[in-house]
């Protein structure tokens, strides 16, 4: 059984710091690109951040670049999204999902939704002001 646990999310104020981890079994992990998306009340799930099966590469969107940090640690089948800085406009419930490996390699493909197999079930970021 395929399976994406997301853990770590919380409520912290705003400037403060969460570590979100993204658990995976029952698929092989090292040969899938993992994304981080987020969705908040009222709007689309949006594409945070992800990370490549091959090179590790990290990619992130422009509303989080330079505050967010994504890792992956194979051994583990786990991914880590570090939120650092953190800002009311966060707020959201965080998923992590998996797509087939290369997918990142397309700068529009990496943020689709449709190209990720499998999803975990969110875990929430609260931000107060």
């Known amino acids: 059984e395929v399976q994406l646990q997301a853990s770590g999310g919380g409520l912290v104020q705003a400037g403060g710091s969460l570590r979100l981890s993204c658990a995976a079994s029952?698929?092989?992990?090292?040969?899938?690109?993992i994304g981080w998306f987020r969705q908040a009340p009222g709007k689309e799930r949006e594409g945070v951040s992800c990370?490549?099966?091959?090179?590790?590469?990290?990619y992130y969107s422009k509303s989080v670049k330079g505050r967010f940090t994504i890792s992956r640690d194979n051994a583990k089948n786990t991914v880590y999204l570090q939120l650092n800085s953190l800002k009311p406009e966060d707020t959201a419930v965080y998923y992590c999902g998996a797509a087939p490996g290369s997918t990142l390699l397309s700068s529009r493909g990496r943020w689709t939704v449709g190209n990720y197999d499998y999803w975990g079930q969110g875990t929430y970021v609260t931000v107060s002001s």
């Open positions: 029952g698929f092989t992990f090292g040969d899938y690109d």
């Open positions: 990370v490549s099966s091959g090179d590790g590469g990290a």
